[in-house]
């Protein structure tokens, strides 16, 4: 890719997630516009990726769900760059399709454990980092439209992303006097491999351009697209922009979906119904919490 400008120049930028998908679309864009990478992921292949980018760059294997992996991260970022200026707080999992009755404790909580903790965990260190040096920053975090509205299907991962919406607003608040600027990127349906254990599940990666299709973009987005919006929040471009959820959806989180143009009408409920509820349902759904006559 041709990148015209190169914002980042003398900055270092710390990705999470940056083996694959958004993360590693992030790693790049920001590589290209001159930032130095501080590559995270569980993945035992980062090393080679970050060797991969267009600019200098390190891998660290880390779990960002881990207190003590976070706190290494920004010690290995720190020596090898000697400050991190920007945070692109992505990595996440999906978690389970299992529905609301059958969910157990565990299956919930781990996607908490990653997708909130883990989150919490970066920002923590961000802080911290930024009042050791009493410095200014920007802090990107992947939040999601599923943290916008709600679905009966992947109650986890659909919480856990209403919850980073507190998390960036929270820390929004709290870093604007200190010159700290917070803000989330809530992608749509961009196929990346985080849905693709779940390719055969309706919902899963499967589906995602049929669903797309009623976007008013009529498409699926791409994660270079997304990072184009991170590489925004985290440039001076943005630098009165904070506490914002920023939607890179093809406009899906506009749309009324009851309406003809919105797509109602476009798929058939007991296809969605029967293998949610089975025989749960009874008749037509629409007749359910009528008074019997």
């Given at each position: 890719m041709t990148t015209a400008t190169r914002r980042f120049d003398g900055l270092v930028a710390l990705v999470t997630g940056a083996a694959g998908g958004l993360g590693l679309a992030s790693a790049r864009r920001l590589a290209d516009e001159g930032a130095r990478i501080v590559a995270v992921d569980r993945n035992e292949a980062i090393a080679d990726i970050a060797a991969s980018l267009s600019s200098d760059a390190i891998g660290v294997v880390a779990d960002i769900s881990r207190e003590d992996d976070v706190d290494r991260a920004m010690d290995a970022g720190i020596r090898a760059f000697g400050q991190i200026d920007r945070f692109h707080l992505n990595a996440g999992i999906f978690g389970s399709?299992?529905?609301?009755?059958?969910?157990?404790?565990?299956?919930?909580?781990?996607?908490?454990?990653?997708?909130v903790s883990g989150q919490f965990l970066g920002l923590r260190a961000a802080f911290r980092h930024y009042r050791e040096r009493r410095s200014p920053g920007a802090i990107a975090v992947t939040a999601s439209i599923a943290g916008h509205r709600g679905s009966a299907d992947l109650l986890p991962y659909q919480t856990s992303k209403h919850a980073v919406v507190g998390l960036v607003h929270g820390a929004a608040v709290y870093g604007g006097p200190l010159g700290i600027?917070?803000?989330?990127?809530?992608?749509?349906?961009?196929?990346?491999?985080?849905?693709?254990?779940?390719?055969?599940?309706?919902?899963?990666?499967?589906?995602?351009?049929?669903?797309?299709?009623?976007t008013p973009l009529r498409r699926a987005g791409r994660a270079e697209e997304i990072a184009g919006v991170v590489a925004f929040l985290l440039s001076d471009d943005s630098s009165y922009t904070t506490g914002e959820i920023v939607s890179a959806d093809g406009g899906a989180s506009i749309v009324n979906g009851v309406?003809?143009?919105?797509?109602a009408g476009a798929w058939e409920p007991s296809r969605v119904d029967g293998p949610l509820y089975g025989d749960q349902i009874d008749g037509d759904p629409a007749d359910h919490g009528k008074d019997d006559a």
């Open positions: 399709f299992t529905p609301l009755p059958d969910l157990e404790l565990d299956d919930f909580d781990a996607v908490m454990r990653v997708n600027r917070v803000n989330g990127v809530a992608p749509g349906i961009v196929p990346t491999d985080l849905f693709a254990a779940a390719a055969t599940t309706p919902g899963g990666a499967n589906d995602m351009s049929h669903r797309a299709r009623t309406r003809p143009s919105g797509g």
